[in-house]
């Protein structure tokens, strides 16, 4: 049954999958409740907290310098999925934008339709991260986050919000809504961060 869905990593693939992780074939949908439908004419990005408060509209992402990258996916729920290649803007060409408080430790991702997750400021600024609007050439699916999500290669996929609408800056920790509900605060898939004690 197991071997419909997952195929056992190939020799040189192997070191890419995380422990406890197999390949999926094509690319699942992990989704908590229902999917947001939002035209790319109406999504926009709020960014406030511990920063000057801005707001972008899909035309501002675009105007930002747009990068291609390819980047392995690791749920939490097992699969992992390598090579996923995406359009969007690096989170660092994003904060060139933003003038952020010195005081700023943490960022919550906030998502229309009320999901969110949070992470420490140094693993929200890493030059690998990005914000994507473009899935394999394609506009993103609205399944997999379109018109525009966050990815955050170095942590299981939870950590990268669908439908990102907020950036919230703190100086502390918040949780957002899998880690209030037994998720790992940080979820290093090398580290098999799954769970929180
Ligand atoms: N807004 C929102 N973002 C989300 C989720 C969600 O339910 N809502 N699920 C997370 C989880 S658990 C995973 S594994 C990935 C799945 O992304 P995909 O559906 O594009 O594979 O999105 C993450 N981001
Ligand atoms: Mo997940």
Redesign the pocket.
Known sequence: MLGKFFKPPAPKQQDRVPPGQHLATG???????AT?EIAANDWELKIWGLVEPITLSFADLLGLPQTEFTAD?????T?S?LDVQWTGVKVTDLMRQVTLDPKATHVL?H???????NLALEDFLREENFIAHT?FGDPLPA???GPV?LVVPHL?????????NGLEFLDHEELG??ERNGYHRRGEPWAEERYSD
């Open positions: 690319f699942p949908v992990l989704t908590y409740g947001p996916f690791h749920c939490v729920t699969w999925k991702q998502c229309y339709g009320g999901y969110t997750t899935l399944p997999h986050g999500r299981y996929a939870w950590k990268s919000a669908k439908w990102l809504f899998w």
